[in-house]
């Protein structure tokens, strides 16, 4: 863990919770700092792990809570991967570019040589900048596969369609034309026999 990023953590947490009088609770205190030792990303289920490990047994509605505040504070980034929620720390993400899924919520870091110099550009009006992120969106190569497997498939199932809708404008001349024949045949035999009958009766 960065002691640095976590130190301006906590100082954003005081601030806010004298600011408005709330209680600061020793637990919020010790899952701030948990979160802030977890590397990259994670689940309520990993940060419930990461707590029992600290010998912290919350509740879940107190975990909720106090992730909850977090990300109003801006000091836990929530995203959506998969379904799945999960969050990180959200100043030790500071300075960096990430590429964001907006399929599967994927996030990856980008790393940038020229990052600094990039931010240094940025003409900011009236304004000390502190921190920046950048954030690129778009589909990553696993759901541009997926899309064109659908699309694919969604091909495949038209031509068979219409292959099935050709056939069975077919399908009915061709029946009735059998039926016919069918018919003929039948009606012949019987005249044949009945002329056999008249042929005995002669
Ligand atoms: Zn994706």
Not at 84 to 101: F, V
Not at 126 to 136: L, M
Request: glycine share 4%.
């Amino acid at each position: 863990m960065d002691k640095a990023i976590f130190k301006t953590a906590k100082e954003m947490l005081d601030k806010y919770l004298e600011s408005g009088n709330h209680r600061k609770t020793s637990e919020r205190y010790m899952m701030l700092e948990t979160i802030y030792s977890i590397n990259g990303m994670f689940n309520l289920y990993d940060l419930q792990k990461h707590l029992e490990k600290k010998k912290l047994f919350l509740s879940r509605a107190t975990i909720y809570n106090n992730i909850k505040l977090f990300v109003q504070l801006r000091l836990l980034n929530r995203y959506k991967q998969e379904g799945e929620t999960k969050y990180e720390a959200a100043l030790a993400c500071r300075n960096r570019c990430t590429q964001i899924c907006t399929s599967c919520g994927k996030v990856t870091e980008i790393k940038i040589r020229s990052l600094p110099a990039l931010r240094n550009n940025i003409p900011l009006s009236r304004f000390r900048g502190e921190s920046f992120t950048i954030a690129v969106y778009g589909i990553c190569s696993s759901c541009v596969a997926k899309q064109t497997r659908i699309l694919k498939q969604q091909e495949k199932e038209k031509k068979k369609k219409s292959k099935i809708a050709e056939l069975k404008k077919l399908m009915p001349k061709r029946l009735v034309a059998k039926s016919k024949e069918a018919a003929t045949a039948k009606g012949g035999r019987t005249e044949k026999k009945e002329v056999k009958k008249n042929k005995k009766d002669i």
